[in-house]
């Protein structure tokens, strides 16, 4: 017998005329390219989606087909987000810090029809749109007066004036709730990046379980700073979550560096902010040495790489502000765990809680996890034993777009790569990629652990460890270290830092000073450019 309940597909357009509706007057503010700030409502947003969508049956895009974004976050970006994924398009959200060939590579993977983007990347729309023959029109994010007249790009358009003759009334179309919504390629560090294609189900079913409370637990009090961009996994879903929360929006287009985000959480109120650690870091680095505070900022995700307990502290201590330190991977539409404590730990010590706060954190429903040993077998939640985690869940992918690299499943479950414990109270903590663990003698060192340590030390603004090969242990770890402008820290004090904070044997055997370490295109280490660039090195003997 079937329940008696009204059955709807869940539609990423219902979240917008949600907003609509209950949260009109709720504002969105943007720092734009130009430099100045834009603000509109959620019923501007909407009445704008329903033009994109208008704009898109007028180039006579069809179902399913794929509309690209190079784009800052911003509110026509956000448009964009609702009017071709609510029109039954794919938003292809592209990230523009990719080398320009890999550009090329997905967008005519992806079949990409149309491709919006801000005005800050017409030099690469200049350098790959000749190899790009499936994209009939490409639409720059701009006022009409904006448009340079010797683009050189054919179909060019700008985005207002696309938008502008179409009428601001769409009945947005209902459909399978397991239609694909929007497409985002994984970072592809080796090999060729792949599609991962989410459906309007699984993004919706996302957003509900990021306004979770031991999640961002949004709200229509919030006023939301997603630095994380939209190009990457969708800003970890918050477009989505905060259309159904209506909370205040605020997008910080291309000024990402300390003082301008500061700013824009102080002038904007923000309460609750995004972002992966490089950013932060470069946050603080702004607020300390110039004395300042936060009047309302209480709390933050971050994710993307480990967060060091350094900064944890920093926040809390010196701002007030928690840290809900999260973990996630393109192929979960992110979100896999997240860190906030549970009521048996209220009276821990703070060092206890600190300790605790610093894993990777809880999963929430909706995400199940587990850690298998090499042969696929299930290794216990004892917080020491490490495996290979593998996770599964209504909103992580079961296959690639195009089926690219087969199925990736093994009996159900999606192996993340990543090397993790878990605690007798659920929490899972990240050692490592599983290609970056360090073994030692047979023993595997994190080298994330490794990096938080040194990150600890004042005058160390960031570290990457690497194993190097030694003929005795196999492989022992080293450091790369940059310093903070500045500081000095020699290794030897450098190495004395690591005494009492972790095993001896799993002290670096050497500190490398750089001056930078390379990024990949979503902020990550590249450890793999990093080794190269350190082939030639030699243990010190
Ligand atoms: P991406 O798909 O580009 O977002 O990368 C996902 C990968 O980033 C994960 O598989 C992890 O290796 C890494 N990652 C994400 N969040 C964290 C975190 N909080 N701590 C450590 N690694 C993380």
């Given amino acids: 017998m079937l329940g008696l309940m ?31 700030l834009h603000r509109y409502t959620y019923k501007d947003a909407a009445k704008r989606s329903r033009q994109v969508a208008n704009a898109l049956d007028g180039l006579k895009i069809g179902f399913s087909e794929r509309v690209a974004t190079l784009a800052w976050n911003g509110y026509r970006h956000l448009e964009l987000y609702y009017g071709v994924s609510g029109s039954g398009r794919v938003l292809h959200t592209v990230n523009p810090r990719l080398h320009p060939d890999q550009i090329v ?21 200049q350098a790959v749109h000749a190899r790009c023959p499936t994209v009939k029109r490409w639409v720059a994010l701009c006022d009409a007066d904006k448009l340079p007249a010797d683009s050189g790009i054919p179909n060019l358009v700008s985005y207002e004036a696309w938008i502008a003759g179409h009428a601001t009334t769409y009945a947005w179309p209902m459909f399978d709730e397991n239609t694909a919504s929007s497409l985002c390629y994984t970072s592809g560090t080796t090999g060729n990046p792949k599609g991962v294609l989410y459906s309007h189900r699984s993004t919706i079913l996302h957003a509900y379980a990021a306004c979770l409370p031991d999640v961002m637990c949004l709200s229509a009090r919030d006023s939301v700073l997603p630095v994380v961009p939209m190009f990457h996994v969708n800003a970890w879903g918050i477009p989505y979550s905060a259309a159904m929360t209506g909370c205040k929006l605020v997008f910080p287009g291309p000024a990402l560096d300390g003082k301008s985000v500061y700013e824009l959480i102080e002038s904007e109120q923000v309460t609750f902010a995004a972002g992966v650690p490089t950013v932060w870091q470069m946050l603080l680095g702004h607020m300390k040495p110039n004395k300042l505070h936060f009047s309302v900022l209480n709390r933050t ?41 549970k009521n048996s730990h209220l009276a821990l010590s703070k060092d206890e809680q600190l300790k605790i706060l610093s894993k990777q954190g809880r999963s929430f429903f909706g995400v199940d996890m587990k850690i298998v040993d ?28 195009k089926d690219d690299g087969g199925d990736p499943l093994v009996e159900g479950w999606f192996p993340t790569g990543d090397v993790a414990t878990i605690d007798t109270d659920a929490y899972m903590q990240i050692t490592d990629r599983s290609k970056d663990v360090i073994k030692s003698g047979g023993e595997w060192i ?17 570290a990457a460890c690497i194993g190097v090969a030694h003929p005795k242990w196999d492989e022992r770890p080293i450091i790369a270290v940059v310093k903070r402008p500045g500081m000095d820290v020699s290794r030897e004090e450098l190495l004395k830092f690591y005494e009492g904070k972790t095993a ?30 350190l082939k030639d090195y030699k243990l010190p003997v």
């Fill in 6 to 36: 009204q059955s709807q597909p869940l539609l990423i357009s219902s979240l917008i005329e949600f907003a609509e509706r209950h949260h009109g007057s709720a504002e969105i503010v943007s720092r734009r390219v130009e430099g100045d």
């Fill in 105 to 125: 590579w997905i967008t005519n993977h992806a079949e990409d029809q149309v491709l919006c983007f801000d005005m800050t990347f017409l030099p690469i729309v």
């Fill in 301 to 341: 995700v971050i994710g993307g790489s480990a967060c060091p307990p350094a900064m944890i502290s920093a926040f809390k201590d010196d701002y007030g502000v928690s840290v809900l330190h999260g973990w996630g991977m393109t192929e979960m539409s992110p979100l896999g765990t997240v860190c906030t404590l």
């Fill in 374 to 401: 090499s042969a696929g077998k299930e290794l216990p939640w004892d917080g020491k034993t490490y495996g290979d985690l593998y996770v599964k869940g209504p909103w992580i992918l079961r296959e690639y777009f």
């Fill in 446 to 462: 994190s080298s994330i652990d490794i990096e938080n340590i040194a990150v600890g030390h004042p005058a160390v603004a960031m």
């Fill in 504 to 533: 001896k044997w799993q002290i670096p055997d050497d500190v490398v000073f750089v001056d930078a370490i390379p990024l990949g295109a979503t902020g990550k280490m590249l450890k793999t450019r990093l080794r190269a660039i």
